[in-house]
């Protein structure tokens, strides 16, 4: 009895063709992600079985999410994650060479039924997968005569699926004057192929060809971010930082939010000061300055924080919870993140703001003014904010709320002392 006949895996189970129904997508992404942790939990002991595992998920993931909607993209993103995953456990595992063609058959197969091209990342590294540079060549043979009639078709249109895995299968094989030679007669550029140009001509030790042939991959509906990124990449691995940075280092910043676009530059150019970095950064985003008051104020730019948000829009509750975090260390940073929060809640700015919000940021504002002993000034401030007229209606309905909400609490410092009206 075999080894994988002796795993009782509780995946299939999970991933019978048909299993899910067309709203069942988070059911699906969360299976995805148990069969990926229960394959990954074998593969600390027994990676050949892992990879066998492996296999039989993307033999199993087609049929099991054909009828799923994937609209929203969540699902196409789990697979996307799960294949990251699973395809170095096939890559890596120590399979002799008549288990690995049995896999290659098998996935290949899945790969011709996939309805939608989930498993597209498989064929992207298809030659890895052979895991000898025989076989990769033995599968380039076998599927460039297919591409070379595709992509030299009169009739434009024609799509194959396995374009990906003969250009991975020779580029693993150290065939790049092949790979080029194919690439050339694909009529329109297209990154997700010509990449692997950008590989081969690397291999050969033609960084600076490399760079021409990337640059030469832009056009419509290409990636200018990811090209970006792989020209820098190859300044930086030539050594030639300044001016990676200065044509790639700025555009090619990937991140959730502004500080992680920051991070993302300062940790591949250590050499160059943080303060310099922030402020080319903000250079590429006119009229978003306020947004990097968060990363202004991780630098302890305080100063610099508090101009950015001046400038332009902050998200109001950032500003309160900067103002409360820096109340004891920086009293001064704390009050003008305060009053810039109380602007921009009256000004209209917010995501679902209610009057706690503006409760919040009066309180921070108060608490450091008395701490710098400015509770007088700072409250005629902030009745001159919410006293201001104006007439658009987004403003005016902010201004009413803040208005209404202070009430009683912001009181004229003058001689009757009596509250807003």
């Known amino acids: ?26 059911l699906a992404c969360q299976r995805l992600r148990e069969a990926v942790s229960e394959i990954k939990k074998v593969a600390k002991k027994e990676p050949d079985l892992a990879a066998e595992g492996s296999v039989r998920l993307i033999e199993k993931l087609w049929p099991a999410l054909e009828h799923v909607d994937s609209s929203s993209g969540a699902l196409g993103s789990a697979v996307n994650k799960a294949l990251y995953d699973l395809i170095p456990l096939i890559i890596n595992a120590p399979a002799e060479a008549n288990t690995r063609d049995k896999w290659l058959e098998r996935v290949w197969l899945a ?37 070379k009639s595709c ?27 092949d790979l080029l030679d194919l690439l050339a007669l694909d009529r329109k550029p297209f990154w997700h192929y010509r990449r ?31 090209i970006d990124q792989a020209c820098e990449e190859i300044l930086i691995s030539s050594g030639l930082h300044d001016e990676a940075y200065r044509h790639y280092g700025l555009r090619a910043a990937q991140g959730n939010s502004y500080v992680a676009r920051f991070r993302a530059v300062a ?31 991780d630098l302890q730019l305080y100063e610099f924080a508090l101009q950015l948000v001046g400038q332009s829009p902050c998200e109001p509750k950032t500003l309160t919870r900067a103002a409360r975090d820096f109340l004891e260390s920086e009293p001064e940073f704390a009050l003008g993140a305060a009053m810039a929060a109380l602007r921009w809640l009256n000004e209209g700015w917010g995501y679902e703001v ?22 007088d000034d700072v409250a005629e401030r902030i009745r001159q904010l919410v006293e201001a007229n104006d007439n658009s209606g987004a403003q005016n309905a902010a201004r ?22």
């Not at 009895?1 to 988070?26: C, D, E, L, N, V």
């Not at 039924?113 to 989930?118: A, L, N, P, S, W």
């Not at 590294?125 to 076998?142: H, I, P, Y």
């Not at 009739?155 to 374009?163: K, L």
């Open 1 to 26: 009895m075999t080894k994988s006949s002796k795993q009782k895996w509780i995946f299939p189970a999970r991933f019978r063709t048909g299993a899910y129904s067309w709203k069942s997508s988070r």
């Open 400 to 421: 009413q709320l803040v208005r209404q909400t202070l009430q009683g609490r912001v009181r004229d410092y003058g001689d009757d002392n009596s509250p807003v009206a």
């Open 151 to 177: 992509w030299t078709d009169p009739n434009p249109g024609n799509y194959f699926h396995g374009a990906t895995a003969c250009l991975s299968c020779l580029l693993v094989a150290g065939r790049h004057q």
């Open 354 to 375: 209610t009057s706690v919000d503006v409760i919040d940021a009066y309180d921070q504002a108060m608490d450091a003014a008395t701490r710098l002993n400015k509770a």
């Open 267 to 297: 940790k591949r150019y250590p050499m160059m000061a943080p303060a310099d970095i922030l402020a080319d950064l903000i250079k590429t985003t006119p009229g978003e300055e306020g947004k990097w008051f968060a990363t202004a104020k």
């Open 196 to 226: 692997y140009g950008v590989e081969a001509l690397l291999a050969m030790g033609k960084k600076s060809e490399a760079l021409k042939y990337a640059e030469a991959s832009r056009g419509l509906n290409q990636p200018d971010s990811v």
């Open 111 to 147: 790969m011709e039924d996939d309805g939608v091209d989930y498993l597209g990342p498989v064929g992207d590294r298809w030659g890895e997968l052979c895991g000898s540079l025989e076989t990769a060549n033995q599968w380039a043979e076998e599927l460039m005569p297919t591409l």
